[in-house]
């Protein structure tokens, strides 16, 4: 394709993302809390409260791809536990990569964009006790489930829901067991449980709501509402649908970063 022409195209598409984006994102009220924190690199990190709970807490990470610089931080930190849950086979491979280095210090700087080799991650103060894999995708109902490939074969995250491609159920997928929130808790001690991270490609529609059916909830949940990257009236019909949930259930906003990612907190940490 000729270079002018090319240009024109990306300028054209990244307008139109800017105007759907501005149309169809969401209208919410942030309540910034002052302990608003961040760990993790520019493209997988995550901001958080930085409050005396979280020290020895257990928390669930829903979504690792190649980057987990945001768990193994969170780790390091606070000497937590946290149960990261991916079935892509690429995800599996990073950790057991990441598994294989527990206890050694990092050897070259983040990378960034998205693929972090597993030598870039200060490992020095982990130990194998406090990460544990769940190689199984997070939705609504357990058992088999058609696992999508993104339309870019060269990034990791598969989706349940395949947003990406207009929920089609005939792109190319894989087939992975699924899990619930339900069942997810079992294996944490929910007394030590501070924060859930969910980065599921969509699924998070369906789990929030039976996460807050639960008898006992989280206190922070730093949530994605992937369909809201591609901005129309159902991402947004959705977001607004469990953003109301979360409200109902004393949670606020104390943080979202314009486009998709969200931390919801209960009211009691402010």
Known sequence: MPPIVDTFERITSSVSFRFNRWRFGPKVSVIAHPGLTRLGTPYGGWTFVD??????????SCGL???????????????????????TPRAIRHYREIEA???????????HGGREPADAYDL???????????????????GPVRFYAPKNPSHVSHS?????????????YIEVEA????????????????????????AEITVIPQLLAQPVRPPQICVEF?????????SRASFYQCHEQLLNAGYLVAYFDGGANFLYVQASLF
């Not at 791809?65 to 079935?87: M, N, Q, T, W």
């Not at 280095?101 to 990378?111: A, C, H, K, Q």
């Not at 992937?226 to 159902?234: F, G, K, N, Y």
Request: with cysteine; aromatic share 4%; glycine share 4%.
């Open 51 to 60: 409050v005396p709970q979280l020290a020895g807490c257990d928390a669930i």
């Open 226 to 234: 992937d369909e809201l990257t591609v901005p129309s009236d159902r």
């Open 124 to 142: 020095a103060r982990l130990n194998k006790t406090q990460l544990r894999l769940v190689d199984k995708a997070l939705t609504d109902t357990p």
């Open 179 to 202: 899990v619930t929130i339900a069942t997810l808790l079992e294996s944490v001690d929910t007394n030590r449980l501070q924060l859930v991270k969910l980065d599921i490609e969509g």
């Open 160 to 172: 349940v829901t395949n947003y990406q491609n207009d929920h089609s159920t005939s792109t190319p």
């Open 101 to 111: 280095r527990i206890g050694l210090p990092r050897e070259r700087p983040y990378v």
């Open 65 to 87: 791809g190649e980057d987990a610089s945001f768990d193994l931080e969170f780790a390091a930190k606070y000497g937590a536990r946290v149960v990261i849950v991916d079935p």
